[in-house]
């Protein structure tokens, strides 16, 4: 049986032009076409997953038979071989190392982090005020991870250094990605930031880890763990190398994902008054007014609700894989070499697992209705052994933000600034000013 093709697809450009015009309008109709559909980027065939089970198939159950595909190779000239990039044996024992990092009672730790970050932030806020919600909620997020990441004196350096470049990385490196090679060597603007950004977070971060490697302290953060770290078989600890590209991979996965939930999720309250309600209703009556603390994050189940359906509504666009082995996959034979694409995006906006998705409705995510859900149609973190290494850090750094906002606050859209949603690989408010109102 021939794969179908998906329409409009253009001479020697393929998809690529009604992919980047219409975005999730193009990958949300694929549906109509077929389970898997080809979609081709510029010259390169892909098969395009369009239904949860074969997704859960690629991603977990044939798992071991694919690698992270063409999009994640364009970001290998800054991310190296850190976790999100690698692939086979060498991600298997990078990732038994690096996963401690953010087991249960580490999360614990960094949460006092994030309550003191969020009480901070929403401290220097004033009656009135007009806050760009979505650049605090980006400083706050560098703040977290930042942390976490680093502990000492110097590595209040790096994250000041993180705070001016990272989002200048992330941004130039998803238009590198989406754009032909030569364009990353143009003398423009964008490409002399990008490099002056990287160059200045290599030199601090290779000097952070130089002077741990003086010290040889173990000071209870992340890179103590990277450097501390020893291959279980061999006792191999990580060069310099590796460890820079951990950092910077988990600062690059770690942060603007987090901040753009973070502002969605204070869009959304302020766009629905009952989901507010029973918001404050419930963090009310779970913290009485004390500060939030890491044992009152599973208390607040309605808050993860409203989370949930925030990363349902807002998640990462299209992710890609390679076969590294003949698969077959909903009766197609899919030979070795295959790119294959899986849109969480589309997944999450299928009527068929999600009635009129385009509502948002935390109820979904009640736990007696949640159940019902096929597996594969919800994958905000992905899913297998690729799975985000940072999804229970990022819940618990959202659940105590929202509860330290709303305990003292309502954040009121300013209405003659529409929001519109700006697409690059996720989904980003193009702005979130918002006045915020003291709650007496
Ligand atoms: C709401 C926030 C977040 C979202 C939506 C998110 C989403 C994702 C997704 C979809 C993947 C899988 C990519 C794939 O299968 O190709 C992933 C992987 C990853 N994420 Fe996250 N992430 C978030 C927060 C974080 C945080 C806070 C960290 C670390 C501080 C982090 C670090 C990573 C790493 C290192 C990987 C690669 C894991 C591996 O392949 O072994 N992420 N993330």
């Known amino acids: 049986m021939a794969v179908p093709v998906a329409p409009s697809r253009w001479p020697l450009l393929g998809h690529t032009p009604s992919m980047l015009r219409r975005r999730f309008a193009f990958t949300d109709s694929l549906r109509e076409h077929g389970e898997i559909v080809r979609v081709d980027l510029g010259p390169m065939p892909t098969f395009f997953v369009t239904n949860p089970e074969l997704t859960h198939r690629v991603l977990v159950t044939e798992g071991a038979s694919f690698r992270k595909g063409a999009m994640f190779d364009k970001f290998r000239p800054y991310l190296g071989n850190g976790l999100v990039l690698s ?36 401290g220097s806020w004033q009656p009135g005020e007009i806050r760009e919600i979505d650049k605090d909620m980006q400083g706050l997020a560098v703040t977290v991870v930042g942390e976490a990441l680093f502990s000492t ?35 423009v603007p964008g490409n002399r930031a990008f490099d002056g950004a990287i ?16 010290d040889g302290v173990d000071h209870g953060d992340v890179l103590s763990m990277l450097l501390l770290a020893q291959d279980e078989d061999t006792g191999a600890t990580m060069t310099d190398q590796q460890t820079y590209d951990e950092v910077l991979t988990l600062l690059t996965a770690g942060i ?55 990363l349902r509504m807002y998640p990462i666009w ?6 590294t082995a003949d698969v077959e996959l909903g009766g197609e034979h899919i030979p070795a070499g295959t790119e294959v694409i899986i849109s969480p995006h589309a997944l999450h ?17 009640d736990p007696g209705r949640a159940g019902d859900l096929p597996k594969g149609a919800f994958i905000p973190f992905g899913a ?36 519109r949603v700006k697409f690059t690989s996720a989904a980003y408010p193009s702005r979130l000013p918002m006045t915020a109102v003291p709650r007496t």
């Open 87 to 122: 692939n086979g044996p060498f991600h298997r024992s990078q990732r038994r190392l690096i996963q401690p990092a953010f087991h249960r009672d580490r999360i614990a730790r960094y949460a006092e982090t994030m309550v003191r970050a969020a009480t901070e932030l929403t």
């Open 153 to 187: 004196e110097m590595g209040k350096r790096a994250i000041d250094e993180v705070r001016r470049s990272i989002f200048v990385v992330i941004k130039q490196g998803m238009i590198r990605a989406l754009s032909p090679s030569f364009v990353e060597k143009l003398p």
């Open 199 to 214: 160059e200045r977070m290599r030199a601090i971060v290779l000097e952070v880890i130089e002077s741990w490697r003086t």
């Open 256 to 310: 603007e994902t987090t901040a753009l939930a973070l502002s969605w999720i204070f869009h959304e309250i302020a766009r629905n008054p009952e989901v507010a309600q029973r918001l404050y209703a419930e963090i009310d009556t779970v913290l009485a007014g004390r500060p939030v603390g890491v044992a009152d994050v599973p208390k607040l189940t309605y808050t993860l609700q409203v989370v949930n359906e925030v």
């Open 318 to 323: 299209i992710l890609m894989r390679r076969a």
């Open 349 to 365: 906006f299928d009527p068929r697992s999600y009635p009129d998705p385009g509502r948002f409705d935390p109820d979904r995510w």
């Open 384 to 419: 297998g052994t690729r799975q985000c290494v940072g999804n229970v850090f990022a819940q618990t750094e959202i659940i105590i933000t929202v509860a330290t906002v709303l305990t003292n606050w309502r954040l009121v859209p300013v209405p003659e600034q529409p929001v």
